[in-house]
């Protein structure tokens, strides 16, 4: 073979192996198209942790002007029929609602700063957060696999440039910016799951391409989680991140509401620092429903029998509903601090019957220049938090169950 001939031959070689790729790149996108859904066809998150991306909100138009109502939670709201009967609810007594359920079981804050930045585009009247001692303290950071779409466009523009630098090294990035730029390897498990390829793919390819075995949806009812056996994630930068994800939420005008679900894991630094974080601000609101949470109606930690699932829903959607009036309501005027006894009840040996929200004497603010005074300040928020609820004594009025201290390892 002369060298032209040799030289064409590699031309063609290359032009072949440049062709199968754009082809495998564009398909990829053409898959993942073909693959999204509109959240009206769905109850919740298709292809378990792997699917958020896929989901399509549907504008005020196609949901006849309602106000549309995001839930971002965990396995409560993704596995239990809390978001379904909560529309149902509002449908039944005319509520003018359009709930849509986009949880994800065992979703930390990490998750829920990149599934809001997903979302914001499509301008919700509020967001709502069912949040619990393992949303602050839960490893690894991202358990729905929310970093495989950080490097979208759409969420590339909305992060900010600290949360990169903060949680991805090298690997990570790369990672990450390959799901997009192929979307083929994202979208690879939850079509292997819904084509049923799994069982036929050697074990060197499943290494390769991580399978959702987490966060597929089951039959029947939620998976059963031990918060306790679950590993912490030390240091402050949860509260970074929770700053963050409100400074997203205040950028973009979307109102937010923090429901601090029904628990036998409650009353720990992270409730009280998470609570004195959101409560500063504007268009956040933070509520503590894990009072209700007894032996009798949940099976476990955190999630609700099949009987006490309509009472679940019905105190979610009050909240959602007050929440709702209350930023329609707002329109400028400053907000209403809460009242605070001036006779602290535990020095006269006088407890509460409902969980106090905790006050402290001393300022408390993330939004600060440097994260590193960011990272002192939640330190102290901690140490106060933890300092208050020893002091006061608290336990749950319905159960008896004392102060659960749940600091990272």
Sequence with gaps: MDKGADQQLKRRVFRITLFIAFVIVVSGFIIERFASYSLLSYPRIKFGSYGFNLAQIPSKDDVGNKKRVVMLGNSVYQYNRIPQLMQEIADSEKNNLAIFNMAQISSTVYDYLAQTAKIVKDKPDLIVFCSNDGTFSLDPKFKTNSDQFVFDADVLRVLPKSFYYRYFDSKKAAESILSTTLPLRRIDPLLRWKLKFRDFMPAWFLKWVSYPDLNI????????????????????????????????????????????????????????????????????????????????????????????????????????????????????????????????????????????????????????????????????????????????????????RPVVFCEGG
């Design 217 to 400: 949806p089951p039959e029947g009812n939620a998976k059963t989680i031990q918060m306790t056996q679950l590993k912490k994630t030390p240091g402050d930068e949860k509260f970074i991140t929770l700053n963050e994800l409100l400074d997203v939420l205040e950028k973009y005008e979307i109102p937010a509401l923090f429901i601090w679900q029904e628990a036998n894991v409650s009353y720990s630094p992270e409730f009280y620092a998470a609570q004195k974080i959101i409560e500063q601000r504007e268009n956040a609101l933070f509520v503590d429903l894990s009072r209700y949470w007894n032996e009798k109606d949940f099976n476990d930690m955190i999630h609700p029998l099949k009987e006490e699932e309509p009472r679940y829903a019905r105190r979610h959607l009050n909240e959602v509903i007050k929440a709702l009036k209350h930023f329609e309501n707002k329109n400028g005027a400053p907000r209403l601090k809460p009242w605070y006894p001036l006779i602290n009840p535990a020095l006269l040996g006088i407890y509460p019957p409902f969980p106090r929200k905790a006050t402290s004497p001393h300022s408390f603010s993330l939004k600060l220049p440097d994260e590193t005074s960011a990272v002192l300040t939640s330190s102290q928020a901690l140490k106060e938090s933890k300092h208050e609820a020893e002091t006061l004594g608290f336990s749950n009025s319905s159960t008896g």
